[in-house]
């Protein structure tokens, strides 16, 4: 018996030009490009491990130690393409194992807790497609992938790239032009940090999917968004990622948070992803730059009430400074940056923020996706994990 | 020694397409028109007396039983513009006693407490000018007298008339052309009901002229919504009130309440007027009119997190039944209506809305400025109550 297997980890990212908008559900097409910060793998990925045996007798999904039936079209979708393109290999050189036509087992861990609500999809999504590229020795590069990936999930196709990358929207109809691109690798900005807060929420959100069918099909001012803001947006945003102009990136990412949210609140019925804890968070870094006369800290949100604050590491004191003033009791600080920092908190502030608050998670931008031998598949193609 | 003296009530008005936005901050000019409807003034309304005499040193204002000076610039113009208006009259008629020389005496009264957070700008701006045009006898009609008020406050205008009203932003640059017109009177859809319900918040909100200054300066999304958006939304919606479209009408109301505070949000910093309970007010109406399959409520927020919802007579008991579910333990419910309509709250609501609202208001469209002989001010010129 032959088991064939591959594995890759593959990083979060956190759009800061945000992609909002299908013009194409099924094959994930957005309706304007965007732009991410791919995060540190140390802090935050997936690892994936994918074996192909004549022996399997179907694909099978592991996802954090629970068997999960791969019934969703989008994972489908995904394995279908991979497999064409190794079908085209095998159809050329007659000699390859025809793993094309072998079932997949899929073992696939995150090192994060999903119940912290972080988007897990694009590393998921990203990790999935780049180790079973591997299993099958593709010879296409990270932006053809991000191809396949993109139509797992939208915004998965930015963390085939590490650094700073744009998801270019493209013109055609079948998506064949709607691809990641790196803008800057990590190294051109390596003192970017992201502290990711975590917040404490009640009520379900509305699924980012069905929120952006709703947006686009009630809002009244999403059209302009699409077609006047953002692609200017897009281009300002590229050249302060270029020229490492934190001030101008930093400016840009709050509106472009705001925008969106913007969006949101003008579809019908509303969609609200703030709460008031987000609120209180917005304020509080517009107090902070507007303390030291310059933007050093940017905050943004996806579908959710998470705030992702962006610095650089020369801000850091000022900024988890700020942060540990109301937050000190949320879970998540390194007691060895929090010395280092000679961080403190007199617990005199009056705020309630920390109420809101459950956990911080100190990051920074990271590499993109990577092969590794370490597998989460035995031999027999089973979880080493034993479930 | 000769007082002359008159006296006016005016009423609130909501606005269900929003004015935010100045093309001229000195002379209130508007970005866009706006349509409000006038609320009954048995439950909200500034009662203004005002004297005139030669024998009084300077102009004088009591509100609410308080003596503030008139430093105001937006009351000072007001006061030369009626002046002016006077003194044309004493011109060609010599025999008129010569008013527009006279210091003013002023006493104004709300029967709402000021507390409530309620815009009441708007009712004293109104009742502060038909009092004077009611004391110099103008015979300007009431659309002329709105530019004259909108100077004071720009939604003060729309406070000229009852029913349902429309303030026409208008071209010229002295702003002749930009004053409140009726749209329907009272009588016209008289079944139209409004329950504001007070929002608890301990947070200031920005003052409105400072956020729109804001949003006019900075938000990207800002000018599609006057220029596209408005337009056309302010023909459906008076066509709407001309047909009594209840459907249509409250659609609209909400969309713009929604569109409005997405500019807000898209404004920078980000300007936030609805907090968690505004939230779940929103949350609450659209649930209620989808269980109706039909819009019988619509919710409308000015700047500020006070809700106002709009609906029909006959559908009273479905929508103030449902605010009763939710918030029957705060104050302001008529107990006489609550018997009327049979309204019950089992208590087991699991909802802690009432925790988020101090106060429900309920009233319904109404009549538009009145002249009385009820005077707030003595024969010296005093204020009645001796303050």
């Known amino acids: 018996m032959g088991v064939y297997t591959a594995s890759a980890t593959a990083p979060v990212n956190i759009a800061t030009l945000k992609y909002w908008g299908k013009r194409d559900k099924k094959l994930n097409l957005p309706t304007n490009s965007s732009i991410s910060v791919t995060l540190s793998q140390a802090d935050l990925r997936t690892h994936t491990s994918v074996a192909a045996s ?13 068997l999960e039936s791969i019934k969703s079209e989008r994972t489908i979708a995904c394995l279908a393409d991979l497999r064409k393109l190794r079908k085209e290999m095998e159809d050329q050189k007659s000699d ?23 988007a897990s999809s694009a590393a998921g999504f990203a990790a999935l497609v780049v180790a ?24 998965a196709c930015r963390s085939l790239f590490g650094g700073y990358v744009a998801w270019i929207m493209g013109d055609l109809e079948n998506g064949e032009d709607s691809k990641a691109v790196e803008i800057a690798s990590a190294e051109h900005w390596p003192e970017m940090k992201a502290a990711i807060l975590v917040i404490s929420d009640d009520k379900k959100d509305t699924p980012s999917t069905t ?14 968004r699409v077609k006047e803001v953002v692609p200017r947006r897009f281009e300002e945003m590229k050249s302060s990622i270029l020229e490492k102009d934190f001030a101008k ?23 609200f992803y703030l709460n008031d804890t987000s609120k209180k968070i917005i304020k509080l870094i517009h107090n902070l730059n507007e303390t030291e006369n310059a ?93």
């Open 54 to 66: 004549s022996d399997f007798h179907e694909d099978k999904l592991w996802l954090n130690d629970k």
């Open 96 to 118: 390859l194992p025809p793993l094309s036509t072998y079932p997949l087992h899929i073992v696939s861990e995150n090192n994060f807790p999903t119940a912290a609500g972080l």
């Open 132 to 155: 079973i590229s591997r299993l099958y020795q593709l010879p296409q590069d990270m932006s053809e992938i991000s191809k396949i990936a993109r139509k797992g999930s939208g915004s």
């Open 211 to 224: 929120g952006m069918q709703s947006t686009v099909a009630s809002s009244d001012l999403f059209q302009w």
């Open 249 to 271: 990136f930093g400016e840009l990412t709050m509106k472009d948070s705001n925008s969106f949210h913007a969006v949101c609140l003008d579809s019908y019925p509303p969609i």
């Open 295 to 387: 933007i050093i800290a940017a905050y943004t949100f996806d579908a959710g009430p998470n705030a992702v604050i962006y610095y650089e590491e020369k801000n850091e004191k000022k900024v988890l400074g700020s942060l540990y003033e109301h937050l000190s009791s949320v879970s998540g600080w390194k007691d060895s940056l929090v010395n280092e920092l000679n961080l403190t908190s007199d617990g005199s502030s009056n705020s309630d923020l920390h109420k809101g608050v459950s956990r911080i998670i100190l990051t920074g931008v990271g590499e993109g996706p990577q092969g590794t031998n370490d597998s989460l598949i035995n031999e027999q193609g089973l979880p080493c994990s034993g479930v």
